[in-house]
């Protein structure tokens, strides 16, 4: 498995959530992830969380260290991402997610946001939580 995490499962690793073990155990197996999720991750543990920036700062540094390759946003996965949420009824910005998955490779996206079982060319999304 070739797994793409989205921001969420981020979220709730860092959280007191009841779902953070469950997030960090599948964290702990690897994947990949993009400049995306980072970015999000980022806001929500700043306007949601009202973390400090250190905390914020520790955070994203262990998460770089974790992921080798974090996946940039090109003008490629932009318009690849168009294309998904055009053919596929979704939005947008999951959308952006889904096509960074597709380019990574990933056959796997953990997310809670989207539905699970679907399936988007050779990406099966996947609920951790269900």
Known sequence: ?????DTNILV??????????QAQQVLASGGTISA????????VLRK?????????????LLLRSRFDAIRPLTAETHASAIAVARDHGMSFYD?????????AGCDT???EDMQHGRTIGRLTIRNLFL
């Not at 498995?1 to 995490?5: D, G, N, T, V, W």
């Open 12 to 21: 709730y690793a860092f959280s007191t959530d009841p779902r953070r073990a």
């Open 109 to 111: 996206l953990f997310t």
């Open 48 to 60: 949601r969380q009202k973390q400090h920036w250190s905390a914020i700062e520790a955070a994203v």
């Open 36 to 43: 995306q999720v980072l970015n999000e991750f980022t806001n």
């Open 1 to 5: 498995m070739s797994p793409f995490f």
């Open 95 to 103: 959308s952006l997610i889904i096509a960074s998955a597709l380019d």
